[in-house]
């Protein structure tokens, strides 16, 4: 994960340790789900997917997203990534799955090369959106009095998401 993390350069905030991955991921009801491809002479970790599942969502299937996924250097263009790959949508068919996303990070082109050979598409539908933690402060403790009162929430219209 420190080694994804260096690649996609936030290893500043990096914050995940071994203590907080065991307590997440190996309780009854794990936060994520983790899978390793490991040489098997050695025991040796080459790279590893980590996926959370969405229960439901419009058509009441489960959304598995692919949240991380890498491959150590020495290790690539063996099939590790694509082994992975493929566990993954084995997993995410078993539990009646409707889709597996994923993000790229701008400029991974090698990635979205990867993707594509194994299927995969870019996904222009949706164009993903976010608030940091101090939008999400800002936005709580400055609600704007002009808008509030008029902007009502929006009824729902069966979004992906
Ligand atoms: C993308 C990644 C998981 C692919 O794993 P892999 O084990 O090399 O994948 P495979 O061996 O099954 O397939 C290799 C193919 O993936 C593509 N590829 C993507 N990134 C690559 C990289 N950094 N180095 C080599 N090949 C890469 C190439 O098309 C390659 O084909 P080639 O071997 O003919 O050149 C791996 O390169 C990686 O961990 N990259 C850094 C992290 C990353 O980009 N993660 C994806 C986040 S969205």
């Not at 340790?17 to 794990?30: G, K, M, Q, Y």
């Not at 063996?78 to 995410?92: D, I, K, N, P």
């Not at 799955?97 to 990635?111: M, Q, T």
Request: with cysteine.
């Amino acid at each position: 994960m420190r080694g994804l993390a260096a690649f996609e350069k936030y290893l500043d905030v990096f914050a995940v340790t071994e203590r907080e991955l065991a307590r997440r991921a190996f309780r009854r009801s794990p936060q994520c789900r983790i899978t390793v491809a490991e040489d098997r002479a050695s025991d040796e970790l080459l790279g590893y997917a980590v996926t959370v599942a969405t229960p439901f969502t419009y058509d009441l299937k489960p959304t598995v997203t692919l949240k991380e996924l890498f491959v150590r250097k020495v290790s690539r263009s063996r099939g590790v990534g694509e082994a992975l790959v493929r566990a993954v949508a084995a997993q995410a068919l078993a539990v009646g799955a409707g889709r597996l996303k994923w993000d790229v990070l701008a400029g991974n082109r090698r990635a979205e090369e990867f993707y594509r050979r194994l299927g995969g598409q870019r996904v222009r539908k949706w164009i993903p959106w976010g608030m940091d933690e101090r939008a999400l402060a800002k936005l709580r403790g400055h609600p704007s009095p002009s808008r509030s009162r008029s902007t009502r929430p929006q009824k729902s219209r069966g979004r992906e998401k």
